[in-house]
């Protein structure tokens, strides 16, 4: 069983900064790629940004490229995600997950294929 804690939510203000971190206990977690997702009220879960195994390859949603950055620490069993010029629509619940997988290199956008989840954290940007 592995566990997800994600810490880091809260509030900012239009084009500000928050950094998301997500501690992962259980297994090895350099078995595991990882992600972030996020779901705003009454939308549904979206994919934010994924990290290989490795580390050496991400992969963001269109709406974050540039402004988000993914990384984790393969030591310290952590995942971050660093979130600039932060904006009202950045507004969710964020989600950290992981799932099992042979590729060192594969991301994944798909929630379906990780397999733990945290239980999320609030961010909430205002105008």
């Known amino acids: 069983q592995v566990q997800l804690v994600e810490s880091g939510g809260g509030l900012a203000q239009a084009g500000e900064s928050l950094r998301l971190s997500c501690a992962v206990s259980?297994?090895?977690?350099?078995?595991?790629?990882t992600g972030w997702f996020r779901q705003a009220p009454g939308k549904e879960r979206e994919f934010v940004a994924s990290i290989s195994r490795s580390g050496g390859r991400t992969s963001y949603a269109d709406s974050v490229k540039d402004r988000f950055t993914i990384s984790r620490d393969n030591d310290k069993n952590t995942v971050h995600l660093q979130m600039n010029s932060l904006k009202p629509e950045d507004t969710a619940v964020y989600y950290c997950?992981?799932?099992?997988?042979?590729?060192?290199?594969?991301?994944?956008?798909?929630?379906?294929?990780?397999?733990?989840w945290g239980q999320g954290t609030q961010v909430t940007v205002s105008s």
């Open positions: 997950a992981a799932r099992p997988t042979f590729d060192t290199a594969a991301t994944s956008a798909r929630w379906s294929e990780y397999d733990y």
């Open positions: 259980g297994r090895t977690f350099s078995w595991y790629g």
